[in-house]
């Protein structure tokens, strides 16, 4: 029997309000004050709503500019919008998690989650004006596997306030896209495996071997001291943030609940990430600044989701936090906070720090840009917790450039 007719599906709610992002009143002295929680809510909202309101109201298509470097390859429309979609819910899917919260921000996360609803339902309806694009070309496995990230990371939130008719019309789409997208030999294995695992995640059948596959080819990979080459290359780039250290380590969680043979696997894994994270946090400049190394830079601070994911699933010692907090608020602000960074209407506009069109690779279009939203993992965090109680401290470059000590670094040996 099909398990998916066992899932309760949520009440349909009509007329929901436009969110937008000022409704928490952010003063002129607290804006400057990046590294408070409510500054980092404020901006993550000001990134996700546009995408999320259009979405709910089958408008993304339509409302949604789609920006590109003048070097594009091929008409990117066809795979703007699951860009977008996808890459958002990756970022926000934590906070959307949270139970415990203050009345005004979960009334916010209530419109949210259920604007979310309606997109899933949206974006898979062949009927709908937004219906995308699942199959056709290769990018929509890279978007479809951010997408299914944000679900679980949501803790089952975000499936759970899915109608039936949703929940189906999303799994026949990853069905198939399966069949008929074929990853490259490279992190792609990953978004292969991410939807297998969110299958096996949600009652589905999943492939634990092609989950296997991934896994081991990654630790073949592996190249030492928290990084795992790009395939069977290094690059030096920021791959290892936007996607490999976090989708390997969720797709491990999933396969040691399939089979605790790979529960050595995951800890392993967990220990590389926890050193990339820790080099992650030296990396960030006095400044709060960072190197524009490598392709995809204009996914701004979404290079840090290894760093933020860390602070969220709590692999960092509590001392670290607030050096944490510091630095990646300072590099929240910077990015953010520069002139260009949004158009008139809300978008993201393509740049690294600002409006820079053609520091856009060939593949970059508006969309893409959307997954910035895994630099605020951290947002999954009650207010409550260290990383919001304790006050923001000054980060090892800071220290360092200032004449105070820091911890010698040491290289990882597993």
């Known amino acids: 029997m099909n398990r998916r007719t066992f899932l309760k599906a949520s009440p349909a709610v009509l007329a929901l309000p436009k969110i937008h992002a000022g409704q928490f009143n952010i003063t002129q002295e607290a804006q400057k004050e990046s590294v408070s929680r409510s500054y980092w809510l404020e901006m993550m909202l000001r990134i996700c709503t546009p995408v999320l309101n259009n979405l709910a109201e089958r408008n993304l298509k339509r409302k949604m500019p789609v920006e590109t ?3 594009v390859y091929g008409d990117r429309r066809e795979f703007a919008h699951l860009e977008a979609f996808g890459r958002t819910l990756a970022g926000i899917g934590p906070w ?6 203050p009345v005004n921000e979960k009334t916010i996360q209530q419109d949210i989650l259920l ?7 949206n974006a898979t309806d062949p009927k709908s004006k937004d219906f995308m694009n699942w199959s056709s070309g290769t990018q929509p496995l890279v978007d479809a596997a951010f997408l299914v990230h944000g679900i679980l ?17 999303l799994i026949d789409a990853l069905m198939e896209l399966k069949v008929k997208i074929k990853p490259w030999y490279n992190n792609w294995l990953l978004f292969g495996a991410m939807i297998d695992a969110f299958l096996f995640e949600i009652g589905e ?10 896994i081991k080819k990654h630790q073949e990979w592996y190249l030492g001291d928290g990084w795992y080459g790009d395939g069977q290359e290094f690059h030096l780039d920021y791959y290892n943030g936007y996607v490999i250290q976090s989708m390997l380590v969720q797709v491990l969680e999933t396969a040691k609940k399939v089979n605790p043979a790979y529960e050595n696997d995951y800890n392993q894994a967990v220990k590389i990430m926890t050193r990339h994270a820790f080099q992650q946090e030296r990396f960030i400049s006095p400044e709060g600044t960072y190197p524009p190394l490598g392709r995809s830079i204009i996914y701004r601070i979404g290079a840090f989701q290894t760093l933020a994911d860390a602070v969220l699933r709590n692999y960092l010692p509590d001392d670290f936090l607030g050096q944490v907090k510091g630095a990646l608020s300072a590099v929240l602000y910077r ?8 158009d008139a209407e809300g978008w993201l506009k393509i740049g690294f720090c600002g409006h820079q069109p053609d520091m856009g690779d060939e593949y970059i279009c508006t969309g893409s840009l959307y997954l910035c939203s895994t630099g605020f993992l951290p947002l999954g965090l009650p207010e409550k917790h260290l990383f919001w109680k304790n006050p923001a401290q000054e980060w090892s470059s800071k220290k360092a450039w200032s004449g105070k000590e820091i911890p010698k670094d040491k290289a990882l040996k597993l």
């Open 69 to 71: 470097p003048s070097n």
């Open 96 to 101: 959307m998690a949270l139970t415990d919260l």
């Open 115 to 121: 604007k979310t609803a309606l997109g899933i339902e």
């Open 153 to 169: 990371r949501s803790k089952g939130r975000i499936w759970d306030s899915l109608s039936i008719k949703a929940k189906n019309q």
């Open 205 to 214: 059948q999943g492939d634990l071997m092609r989950m296997d596959f991934a």
């Open 335 to 342: 990015q953010f906070e520069a002139e260009g960074t949004f």
